[in-house]
Each structure stands twice: as C-alpha cells, then as structure tokens.
C-alpha cells in the first residue's frame, strides 16, 4: 500500500476542510457571538493535521492510487474529517462530551440529520450554520468533490468515485471520472441556490431558508428550530421542500445525462419511476389509514405526502409528531426508512435499485424452481446484469440485514425499547436521523449512553460509505501486501 499518497490525499482533504470552516468563523464574527475562539482554534488543529500529513508525504513521487489505497483514502477521509469537524461543536460547549460533538458532526457529514442537542433554538448562529454546512458537503460526497482538485491520478480517481458513490451499479456520464464529478457537483450547487430563494420567497428569514436549504437538497434535516419545518407552519414551505426532497432523491447523473443530452428519455429510468411510485403509494396508504382519526382530510394528505417523502429519503424533517399516528402507519414509516431512495442519490438506505433487483432475483429463484432446465437472466433498463453485480446487491441486502439485528440487540442492552432500538438502528444505518418513541421526531439522542451513541456513530459511518468501503478494511488480507492492489 502507498502510504505516502494515503497521507497526501487525506491532508490535503483537511487543509481544504479547514477552509470550509472559515465561513462559520465570519458568521459568528458578524453576530457577534463566542465562537471566535472555539473556531480558530478548530482551523489551526484541522491545518496542522493536514500540514503534517503533508510534511509526512513530501518525498512522494507516485501519485497512482491503487485499489487498497482508495478504499483507506475514503474511509479515513469520512473518520478524520469527522473527528475534526467536531471540534467547533466540543469547544464552543454546543454539547457536553467530545463524544457527543463527535456523534454530531457524524450524524452531519453523513447527513443523518440525528441530534444530541436538546434545545437547538439556543445554539449560535454559527454552529446551527456548521452543522447544515457539513450535510451540504456530506450529501454528495466529500470525496467526490474533491476529485475534483485532485491531479490526475488516473484509475485511482475511478476507484475514489466508485468507493464513495452510491449504488449498486454506478456509472460515469462522462468519459472522465473529474468531468462527471463536476458536472453533478454544480447541478447539486445550482439547485441548492434555487431552493434557498423559493423558501425566501415562501416566508423563511434568509438564515434560516440557507440552513434548510443545505438540509434539505443533501437530504440531511438538520434545521433551526426543535420542532424542524413543523414550526414554520406553511403549506407553501413544506410543498417546496417536499419537491426538492423528491428531486434530490433521485439519481442525479439522470439529471446529467438529460441535460447534456437535451432529452427527457432519462428518467424513463425503471429506478426512478418505481421510486415515485413508491412515493404515491406510501403516501395513499398513509393517509387513508389516518382517515380513521378525526382531521382535515387536506391536513393528512399534506402530513401524508411530507413525512412519506422525508422518511423514504432519509432527510427526517417533520411536518407532525408522526410518533402519535396509528401504528399501521408508523410500521409503513419504519419499513420505508429501509427502502431509500435512487442510486447516485444523496439518500441512504438499501436503495430503489437494489430492492428492485431482490425482487427479480427472488422471482427468478421462483421460476427456477417450476423450470429446472431455464436458463434466466436478471435485467434492469433492458440491460442484462453480471452476476458479480447480482451477488454484490444480494451480500450487501444480508449484511445490512445483520448489521441491523446486531445493531438492535447492542442498543437494546442500553435499555432502549425493542421498537425503539430498532428505530435508532435503521434511522442510522438509512442516514435517516429521528425514529420512533425516545428518539422520535421532537425527541433526540441525548439520553443514549455514550456506548449506544457510538454504536449509532459507528451505523451512520457504514451506512453512508455503503458497508463494503469499511468492512473490506476487516479483513486481514487486505493489509497484506499484493501486487496491484
């Protein structure tokens, strides 16, 4: 393994990821708050983390990153750039421990959008803009972005993209892995400025439409008041977010190959039709299951479709206490915060894609059964699929599975409530944020012992680098060395 250009590429991560912080630094110094020190203090640790990888790498000359390279590029990169984006939480003394400022700034880059922060409406304007800041930089990946000033590391930088990019069968737009990257990033920066001047035009005070807009288009749900969008009370402000979540649940190099191609025939994707289907159809079932309380049929409806769509994504917002709904509906909720939404999506979960392929999978094994002598092939879009891509989604469906059995047992031994438990699990493992009872949509993960919270630290990580990225480090062969790798 060439660890020089591990230490390189990581530290010139954190120099740039210190750059970032500058902003949150110049907010706090505009509202006059206490956080001057806190965030100077955090750029210097984060520049002389990143100068020392530096200074460790200067006699590197080999700038081709191999396979094993890439995997400990991105995962290291996730970790530290985690440990260092929680210092501003720890030291402007926004949460207690440094663990809880580290599940914070996991549950930020990751955008989970989960939260050990009891009153939100306290925090300085500074640190409520950090922790959206970081889900805006997590939601389409930190590694992806910065490919983009990356020299030219040839199949290494592939190896980057396919490592952090979600899904089972990405695939690149462009011919260049730099150009694809690119491309996605200023669709993603462009629909962030669109969304945050339709919710300044809705009503939101500048700060706060900026905050959600970070939020909402990295489908994090980060927001600035306890009661998230609930508090806003709008119907226009929780359509337009709706609209983006859908958007930003979606595979956005469809929104690439539809705009460089100048057609629509893109999204006759069968990923992304499914997904809006299945948009429509929990929302119906939502909702008809809520016509057997008492309310406004155009209050569920809206509830419906909202909290539907911010569960599915994984952005966790609340339009409701959706805790006190019926508990067909909040069975409906859990289920579909396993689902996620597209590949190449800024949403976690198992994905459209993968739950589709299950289904053929399944119903091939079926067929088989009935007809012995068949020879099947599983397609998606008319294509046929590898077996190697087959095998992968069906690992990747068993291990999640399991991470989440053991996910749920380890916290239940915290004292969480089986539902609960499993809610915390999921919700972490989806990148979702808030789950069911203690840690519901007005609740958060305060209470937790600090064991649960890094079992929770621990989901968000694996969930967002998609398992393999790193439970491949588990394996003791890959630190041995091999040619190639």
């Known amino acids: ?40 203090i955090s750029i210097g640790l984060t520049t002389l983390g ?16 191999g396979i094993r390279d890439s995997f400990v590029i991105v995962a290291g990169a996730w970790i530290i750039t985690s440990i260092f984006g929680a210092l501003p939480f720890w030291l402007a003394d926004s949460v207690p421990t440094y663990i809880d400022a580290l599940f914070e700034s996991v549950s930020g880059l990751t955008t989970t959008g989960s939260s050990v922060i009891e009153n939100i ?16 930089l997590g939601g389409m990946g930190i590694i992806v972005l910065f490919i983009i000033l990356l020299p030219n590391t040839g199949f290494g930088a592939v190896q980057l993209y396919n490592a952090e990019v979600s ?42 439409a900026i905050v959600h807009g970070f939020s909402t288009i990295s489908t994090g749900g980060f927001s600035t008041q306890n009661n998230s969008v609930m508090a806003f009370g709008s119907f226009s402000i929780e359509m337009i977010i709706v609209g983006f979540i859908i958007i930003a ?15 629509l025939k893109p999204f006759k994707n069968t990923e992304f039709i499914v997904y809006l289907g299945v948009i429509f159809i929990g929302t119906l079932a939502v909702f008809l299951l809520s016509l057997f309380n008492p309310q406004d049929l155009g209050v569920s409806l809206r509830q419906s479709l909202f909290q539907v769509t911010s569960l599915l994504t994984g952005t966790g917002y609340a339009s409701a206490n959706y805790d006190l709904w019926p508990s067909a509906s909040k069975i409906i909720l859990f289920f579909l915060m396993f689902v996620g939404g597209c590949a190449g999506s800024t949403t976690g979960g198992i994905k459209i894609s993968r739950m589709i392929l299950l289904l053929k999978i399944s119903w091939s094994v079926l067929k088989r059964g009935i007809h012995p002598n068949i020879v099947d092939t599983i397609k998606l879009d008319g294509k046929v699929v590898d077996s190697v891509a087959i095998n992968l989604v069906s690992i990747f469906f068993f291990l999640y599975i399991f991470i989440f059995g053991l996910g749920t047992i380890l916290l239940a031994s915290t004292g969480l409530e089986p539902f609960e438990a499993m809610s915390a699990v999921v919700a972490s493992l989806s990148n979702v944020g808030p789950g069911f009872e203690g840690v519901g949509p007005l609740s958060n993960y305060g209470e937790i012992s600090l064991f649960g919270k890094s079992v929770i630290i621990l989901c968000m990580l694996l969930g967002r680098l998609e398992l393999f990225t790193l439970l491949i480090l588990l394996r003791p062969e890959f630190w041995k060395p091999k040619k190639g790798w």
Do not use: C, H
């Not at 991560?13 to 956080?35: H, S």
């Open 1 to 40: 393994m060439n660890y020089t250009i591990v230490q390189k590429v990581i530290g010139k991560l954190l120099l740039a990821y210190a750059l970032t912080m500058i902003i949150p630094l110049g907010i706090g110094v505009f509202y006059q708050e206490k956080t001057l020190v806190p965030f100077l």
């Open 249 to 263: 649940g979606g595979n956005f190099r469809i929104y690439l190959e539809s705009w460089n191609k100048k057609t």
């Open 121 to 136: 409406e306290t925090l300085p304007y500074s640190i409520l803009f950090w922790r959206s800041l970081n889900q805006w």
């Open 50 to 65: 990143g100068s020392l990888l530096l200074f460790q790498s200067r006699r590197n000359r080999n700038e081709k990153l």
């Open 167 to 208: 899904g089972p069968l990405s695939k690149r737009v462009m011919p260049k892995v730099r150009d694809t990257a690119s491309a996605i990033w200023k669709i993603y920066g462009l629909l962030t400025l669109i969304l945050i001047g339709f919710l300044f035009g809705a009503g939101m005070k500048p700060f706060d």
